[in-house]
Structures are given as structure tokens and as C-alpha cells.
């Protein structure tokens, strides 16, 4: 059965404040969308959400298509005068084979169970490059609350994973032909924002943690935490690009059948 991480819809009205990059990131991404990517048709954005990149990436004049399962991000998507976007899963595309040059991810194959198949749509829709932007934070001490949070959450028997693979953990699997580094960033935020974000289930992967454990877990931040107010956040952005022939190849290896032409 496939998987999908609950609708972001409950999440909709507070994503974009939830999920901020440091100041001047966004244009950067874009711009190395716009110097790596093949422009010379639309781009599509598999899994969209409120157009957090793709809003950007229109103004700066690119031809973006947006597709998602959550009405209500759609909804917030759209209120960016953002005007071609479709509500369709990631796991059977609305496109003709090779529809749009390149395609993006951002934040997604780890929700879905078959993200298999979420490729091999990637391989059948896309003629050029397939790329995607990740954010790793390590060794930093807003890092170490979402261990402590899920350190909590396994010592009541509650082991917080995802049902997919990341994009990052894809570069793994299929060689991209280029990386891309945007920025590495260092911030300083508030602790009590950092917390409140824990205790009002703002990310997909707190969803499903039940009532008691969430609770425990919720226990064990103020209790370790409670002397800071203040933490670090460091960040690494960087963009991957594969070659679409190169995911079609993994797809065909993996056995989910490849093109269909
Ligand atoms: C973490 S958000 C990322 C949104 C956007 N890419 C960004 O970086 O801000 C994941 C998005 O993927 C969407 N999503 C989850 N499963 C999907 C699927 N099977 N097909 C299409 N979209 C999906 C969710 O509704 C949500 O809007």
C-alpha cells in the first residue's frame, strides 16, 4: 500500500512562517535554478505546497507548473498569483511523456511511501534534469532539539521515521551531474519559538506521534532546554541536479518499469 504522510492542509495557514530560510537564500536558490537548470520551456514543481520556491522562481519570469495533493497549500500557492497549478499526485503525473525540460522536488519523496514510482514519473515527464534543493542542518543546537524530541519519542516505544526516501539521500543512489552550493548559513533564534513549533505539531513527522509520547517528548525539550533561551541555527543549502536519463536508468534497474514509450 502506498504511503503518503498526512494532507499538509492542517499546516497550510502556518508553513510559510514555520519554514523560513535565512535572509537572501530564497534569491540565491532561484538564481541557481535559473544558471543550472535547461530553460528553454516550463519547469515543473512536483509537490508545490504554498509556492514557497515557485512564487520566486515566476517572478523572476520562469514558466512554472505546480502540481500537489493538499488543496489548501494549492490554495495559499495561488493567492501568490501563481496561475498553473493542479491538484494531482506525485505518483501518477497529469503530463504527456516529456512534457517540461526539467522538473523539481523539494521536501517530498520522503513523504511518500512509493517514491519509486514518484521517479519513474520524474523519468517520464522530464526531458533534461530532474534537481532539487536540499537544507541539511548538523551539529547545530536547533539540530540537537529534534534529536532530543525523537530520542524522547523511541524511549516510549515511538520510532519517528519517514515513509519515503529523502532527496538527499537519493544523491546517494543515483549520481547527480552537479551539486550546487547556495549558502551556508548562521542564525541565532528564539528558543521558545523553536519549542512552541515542537509543541503545536508543526512538522509532517510530529503527526503521527501519539498524544502520551508527544507529551513525554514534549516534557523532556522544556526539561533539558530550559536553561537557554537562545539557540543556533546553521544551515547548508545546495542544489542537486540529476540527468533525467540517469533516474530512468535507476528506475529501470529498481524495477518499477520505466517509460511506458
Ligand atoms: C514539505 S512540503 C514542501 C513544499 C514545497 N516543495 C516547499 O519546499 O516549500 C511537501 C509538499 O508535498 C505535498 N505532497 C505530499 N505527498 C504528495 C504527493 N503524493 N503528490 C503530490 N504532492 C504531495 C504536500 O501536500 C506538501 O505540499
Redesign the pocket.
Known sequence: MRV??A??DRIADR?DET?TYAPGVIERIVAAIERNLPMNGRIL??????G??AAPMRACGLDVVG????VM?LEKAGGKGLDQLLL????ALPFADRSFPCSI????TH??SDWLK?LSEVGRVTSERYAS?VTEREGCEVEEIRRTYEEACAELGHEVNHPGLRESDLARAIKPVKVVDIANSRETVLKADVIERYRTRTY?YHWEVPEQVHGHAMDRLEEIFRPVTSLERKERVYLIIWDVESVREYVARAGVGGLED
Request: hydrophobic share 50%.
Open positions: 503518503v504522510r494532507s499538509f508553513y519554514r514543481d512536483i509537490g508545490v505546497g504554498t514557497r520556491l502540481i500537489d495533493v493538499s497549500m494531482a499526485d506525485a505518483t522536488s523539494v521536501h517530498l513523504l511518500i514518484v534543493v509532517s
